[in-house]
């Protein structure tokens, strides 16, 4: 496990090496020439830059900013002309948590346990046996306790701090995360299924209105995915390509309910998946996420469902993430 890190951190950094020799001059007269095409102004060139890279770090190519209908490319144009400051606090966990307990109710939000500032500060003997801890402000540093006298205590506190000590999203522009005051969270433990984390229902949404799903479920043993439209049919795609797809699904009863909480989060956003767990009948957010993967689908998925992500490219947002920079960051504020 180690020599793999290892191997794929060289890989890396010679790809980065490789990318600004040969391809920077290459994106530059691309900016010059897309500057003629787009609302492009020099508050962009940061986010611009970042997003080029990126692009040809994870895909070997650089996205058609102009009139590409992958979902990949439209996802860097939302990083550029989509900066809605309101993004930044419905990323953020706990203020997210604020904002549905507000529209939806608080049935629809895991139980917090416990927020603080370090790992060494969750107070273990008064929580229950079984529990999450999580960061606030990045993707993929969850961590299951399902026995508090009897898991692997060190390892969990240097993967957190190690999250808690980095800026998440910076390399790829995802300027959302940049200024979260990062926070600790514990949250309740919700049901396993045989071993695996509860399932999420990820809806992809445009302008308040569900347009597919990405059912995801058996975490861990080798994870699956399932693609639907809105209405639960099948649609025969794989999405995310380090998933094992299938082609099957059953609508939970409770199905015209999921839909309904998804486009109300939604609404008013050009695009936002809506991450929703199903726990016996109980209806809970997970997450929205304004950026999934990043932009950096491998699949036919990204093709597919490209065509079906169609928003106002004639309207944007004047560029906020600049600002939102680390040393020049400006602080989320909880949601009125």
Known sequence: MLIKKIENKIKSLVRIRTYRMFQLRFVDRKWYVERLLLPLSNDHHDMYQRIHQLYWLNLHDFPDLVSGQTFNEKVQWLKLFDQDPRMVNLTDKLLLKQHVNQTLGAQHVPKTLHICDRFDDIPFDSLPDQFVIKPNHDSGSVRFVHNKHNFPKLSYRWRINRAMSRTFGLKGGEWQYWPIHR?????????????????????????GRVLWLQYIFDRGHQTKEVITDRNGRVMGVQFDHKMTPVYEFQRPDNWDEMIVIAEKLAADFKY????????????????????????????????VLGQLLQFDRSTFLPPISDRYLPGNAVTGRPLP
């Open 272 to 303: 936002v998946r809506v991450d929703l767990y199903n726990c016996q009948g109980r209806l809970l957010v997970g997450e929205m996420t304004f950026t999934p993967l990043n932009g950096c689908y491998k699949s036919e998925g990204n093709h």
């Open 183 to 207: 926070k600790l969270f514990v949250e309740e433990m919700l049901p396993f299924d045989d071993g695996s984390p509860p399932s999420d229902y990820k809806f992809h949404c445009s302008n």
